[in-house]
C-alpha cells in the first residue's frame, strides 16, 4: 500500500493480552475519499475475519464456514477473531463464539481479543454474551 495523505489519528489504544501486544488505531479517513469500517488493528499471532461474503481486511486469514474457524482456532494461535453472524450455512458465528468458551474454559486455548462485523443484532447480542461469557475463564 502506498503513502496515503489526509490521514488523521484520533486515538491510539495499547494492551496486552494473553501475552500478545495489541495495537488499536482509530483513523479518521474523511479527508482521503477512502473508507474503512474496521478499525487497524495490530497484533502478534493470527488474526481471523469469519464471513461468509466480505472480504477480510488485510491482514486477515478470511474463514468463510464455521468449520474452517474451529480448525484455526483449534491450534491456539489466533490473538484476534472478528466475527459475522450469518455465515449461509446452519452453523453461525454464535457457533463459533460458543467453541471459543468452550476451547479457553478447557484449558485448550488462550481468549482472542474479538471483534463483531455483523448486521445481525440478535446475533451480534447472542455472540457478545457467549465471548463475554468466554472471559470469565482467562487466567
Not at 474503512?36 to 488485510?58: H, N
Not at 491450534?75 to 463459533?96: A, K, R, W
Request: net charge negative.
Amino acid at each position: 500500500m502506498g503513502l496515503v495523505v489526509g490521514l488523521t489519528l484520533r486515538s491510539l489504544a495499547t494492551e496486552t493480552l494473553n501475552g500478545s501486544e495489541i495495537v488499536t488505531l482509530d483513523v479518521d479517513y474523511s479527508k482521503t475519499g477512502l473508507e474503512s469500517q474496521y478499525p487497524t488493528i495490530w497484533c502478534s499471532g493470527m488474526k481471523v475475519f469469519l464471513d461468509d461474503l466480505r472480504d477480510a481486511p488485510e491482514g486477515f486469514i478470511v474463514c468463510r464456514t464455521a468449520e474452517e474457524a474451529f480448525d484455526l482456532i483449534a491450534t491456539g494461535e489466533v490473538t484476534f477473531i472478528s466475527l459475522d453472524h450469518d455465515l449461509g450455512t446452519e452453523l453461525t458465528g454464535y457457533n463459533v463464539a460458543n467453541f471459543i468458551e468452550t476451547m479457553v474454559h478447557n484449558g485448550r486455548i488462550k481468549m482472542p481479543s474479538w471483534h463483531i462485523h455483523s448486521a445481525n443484532p440478535i446475533g451480534v447480542k447472542r455472540i457478545r454474551q457467549a465471548l463475554i461469557s468466554a472471559e470469565r475463564f482467562i487466567v
